[in-house]
């Protein structure tokens, strides 16, 4: 299974990005793909989550309001839309599928991509 994200990039504040998260190598139909960020020197934090099963989302506090997450109609594609961008938005943005845990536990999911630069500068 590999997931590949795309769509980082470097923006100002208040701007919009869209990230995708494609997967490869099986077809989910249970469990969650979701959306995690890393900036240096912290520890990566759960940001959205989108349950195949039911459709539900699921959003940190400090995006909530600004970040939607969907699933695409090619059934393995998640999307982030980011909007009002803020530079404390910016860290490497990694999706996972398959949570093992719960969703905003990072060390339970099954499968990573390899991250994606979101850069806002001020």
């Known amino acids: 299974v590999q997931l590949v994200e795309s769509g980082g990039g470097s923006v100002q504040a208040g701007d919009s990005l869209r990230l995708s998260c494609a997967a490869s190598?099986?077809?989910?139909?249970?469990?969650?793909m979701s959306w995690f960020r890393q900036a240096p020197g912290k520890e990566r934090e759960f940001v959205a989550a989108y349950d195949w099963k039911g459709g539900n989302t699921y959003y940190a506090d400090s995006v909530k309001g600004r970040f939607t997450v969907s699933r695409a109609d090619a059934k393995n594609t998640v999307y982030l839309q980011m909007n009002s961008l803020k530079p404390e938005d910016t860290a490497v943005y990694y999706c996972?599928?398959?949570?093992?845990?719960?969703?905003?536990?990072?060390?339970?999911?099954?499968?990573w991509g390899q991250g994606t630069q979101v850069t806002v500068s001020s």
């Open positions: 996972a599928a398959l949570p093992r845990r719960g969703i905003e536990v990072p060390a339970g999911y099954e499968y």
């Open positions: 190598g099986r077809t989910f139909n249970s469990g969650a």
